[in-house]
């Protein structure tokens, strides 16, 4: 059973940065999309940002572009998400995904390995 890795939540302040890390142990991680979805308290879980295998392509949620940065290392079967202006709203449990099919990933419907989930909590 493959399980993916996450780490890198906790308690920041508005404006502050954080950073998610996910792993896929194994030596199948070059062949899967990696991305990151998050749901906040009370509402629907939502896609954040994921990218392609070999990392050419991203794509991002409009809510977060710009202050979200999603990257991949297959040398170390790692996706970082760097979170820079962190907002209130942008408080959440945030979940690693695992696709090797890249629609089936960013529509979130057909994802085939997620995370335990992550706490990012920002504070005003």
């Known amino acids: 059973q493959v399980q993916l890795v996450e780490s890198g939540g906790g308690l920041v302040q508005a404006g502050g940065p954080l950073r998610l890390s996910c792993a896929l142990p194994?030596?199948?991680?070059?062949?899967?999309?990696m991305g990151w979805f998050r749901q906040a308290p009370g509402k629907e879980r939502e896609f954040v940002a994921a990218?392609?295998?070999?990392?050419?392509?991203?794509d991002y949620a409009d809510s977060v572009k710009g202050p979200f940065t999603l990257s991949r290392d297959d040398a170390k079967n790692t996706v970082l998400l760097q979170m820079n202006s962190l907002k209130p709203e942008d408080t959440a449990v945030y979940y690693c995904?695992?696709?090797?099919?890249?629609?089936?990933?960013?529509?979130?419907?057909?994802?085939?390995?997620w995370g335990k989930g992550a706490l990012v909590t920002v504070s005003s």
């Open positions: 995904a695992a696709d090797q099919h890249w629609y089936a990933l960013v529509s979130g419907a057909g994802v085939t390995y």
């Open positions: 990218v392609s295998r070999g990392g050419a392509t991203t």
């Open positions: 194994g030596r199948t991680f070059a062949t899967y999309a």
